[in-house]
């Protein structure tokens, strides 16, 4: 004894209850949305609409008349039409156009089906092309995760937005703000934002009661100086609110500040970034020859893009962040395995302007050595130093000062060691103090005392024992 089932039952029972429809016969119940009255099997609306099982089985108050049709007043025909057409064939005709009464009458209707197709659709089609649409509509209709990627594709496409004087003129007050206020607008050109939120406000005079609202979310200080000078003067608008002149006016002395920048980030100094970025630069080829180019790449994508050169070629250097600033530390410009020829010099990478800055020098020349960040000081440890002699030196730099100092120097000369910090603390480990004799060897660093301890550990089981 077996289960055995049709492959085409299913479909062919829908083609049959669709010819019944379309010939109106057996049909028991009318609905009725705009004066278009739609002649159906209430057996089969019962089947895919919780609304009309309720009104057909539950003990509900009929809601029906006399000569056994439904009034829908909250539903369009056009809308009712193609829900019935999908509860009758399974299949859901929906545009741009459409989609909106469609969702209504399936949600007015319980057809849960219908709804789910609906945001199916808004997510497949969203392009830069109709991604305002798909946000207008999904603001109506939700979910939060639609209006999300509804604006993700906005931040994508914002330029070509931002561009077209119709599409600009057409962006409500709520979606310009999120535009503007969003850290993940890629490639995003402040001076660009500036023009696209003045723009908005001078279409309409209505506006102009928004335009605090609006400018304070323009990140001033991210405006080249020159560019700030000049929309100082042609744009009279930053000159009638309170709170942009003093946006404007900070701006404008932090610009000068160059050394203290690093220290001083607020959210209006923030860089639009879509995702983290991994970064290489300089470095060493096969053939010994030294680099300059920096290169990068986005987490969301595997593809790499040069983004700029450094100031000299180098190798065996060290690079930190602090708040989105690029710091790179010593190193050596020409192959030499020996190492006598360190640098002590320090540029920082403005990723504002793409600009390069040179800082106070290290008050040691160092390769091979390790750099780290700790309570916003940059931390030099050990390495290689002038003729290819080991340092047990520690120098850290106040980025806001512009200045270095030693700190507690490390126990032994090291180089060629490894470096992380961690809940304050900065551990250094795996160093070499003498040429073919590395030292399992943790040393810990806390600030701002910048004292040391240090522990000898065991050499994991799977690996030859290091000589201590």
């Known amino acids: 004894m077996g289960s055995l089932r049709s492959d085409t039952y299913l479909e062919k029972l ?20 705009e004066g278009v009255c739609f002649p159906a099997h209430k057996i089969i609306l019962a089947s895919a609409s919780n609304y009309c099982k309720i009104l057909f089985v539950g003990n509900a108050t009929r809601m029906g008349s ?10 369009s025909a056009a809308g009712l039409s193609n829900i019935l057409s999908f509860i009758y064939s399974n299949k859901l005709d929906l545009s741009l156009q459409n989609v909106e009464e469609t969702f209504k009458a399936a949600e007015a209707l319980l057809v849960g089906e219908v709804i789910n197709l609906c945001f199916r659709f808004l997510e ?23 209006r999300e990627k509804a604006m993700c594709c906005i931040g994508q496409h914002y330029k070509q937005l931002l561009a077209n004087p119709q599409s600009l003129k057409d962006l409500d007050r ?22 696209a939120a003045v723009s908005w406000l001078q279409h309409d005079r209505m506006r102009l009661q928004y335009m605090g609202d609006i400018l304070k979310r323009i990140r001033f200080p991210l405006i080249p100086f020159s560019d700030l000078q000049r929309c100082v003067q042609e744009i009279p608008l930053t000159r009638l609110d309170w709170g942009c002149r003093q946006l404007l006016q900070d701006a404008l002395i932090h610009h000068p500040q160059l050394c203290t920048r690093p220290s001083q980030q607020t959210p209006h100094t923030i860089l639009h970034s879509a995702s983290p970025t991994l970064l290489i630069a300089g470095g060493r080829t096969t053939t010994n020859s030294i680099c ?39 190193g050596q410009s020409t192959f030499d395995p020996t ?83 961690h809940e304050g603390i900065l551990y250094i480990s795996g160093e070499k103090s003498i040429p073919n004799q590395p030292i399992a060897r943790v040393q810990a660093c806390t600030h701002p005392s910048n004292t040391h301890s240090s522990h000898a550990f065991p050499a994991p089981l799977n690996t030859n024992p290091l000589p201590a």
């Open 339 to 421: 190492g006598k020829q360190p640098s002590n010099e320090v540029f920082r990478f403005d990723p504002c302007n793409a600009s390069w800055l040179q800082l106070a020098g290290m008050l040691q020349q160092r390769t091979r050595f390790h750099a780290d960040v700790l309570s916003d000081h940059i931390f030099a440890v050990g390495g290689g130093t002038l003729l290819g002699t080991l340092t047990h030196t520690v120098e850290s730099y106040q980025p806001a000062a512009n200045k270095w100092e030693f700190a507690a120097p490390l126990p032994i000369p090291i180089a060629d060691h490894a470096g992380a910090t």
């Open 292 to 330: 300059r180019e920096m290169w990068a790449a986005e987490q969301s994508c595997g593809t790499w893009r040069k983004v700029g050169d450094l100031c000299v070629p180098l190798y065996n250097h060290c690079i930190v962040v602090i708040n989105d600033f690029l710091f790179v530390l010593g």
């Open 66 to 75: 006399a000569d056994g049709s439904v009034r829908l007043n909250a539903v």
């Open 14 to 33: 829908l083609e049959g209850i669709s010819r019944l429809r379309a010939q109106k016969a057996l049909c028991d119940v009318t609905l009725e949305a």
């Open 174 to 195: 709520g979606t310009l703000c999120e535009i503007l206020d969003r850290t993940t607008t890629e490639g995003s050109s402040e001076p660009e934002l500036l023009r």
């Open 124 to 146: 497949s089609c969203l392009s830069g092309e109709n991604c305002m649409d798909i946000l207008r509509i999904a603001k109506k209709l939700g979910p939060a995760e639609l």
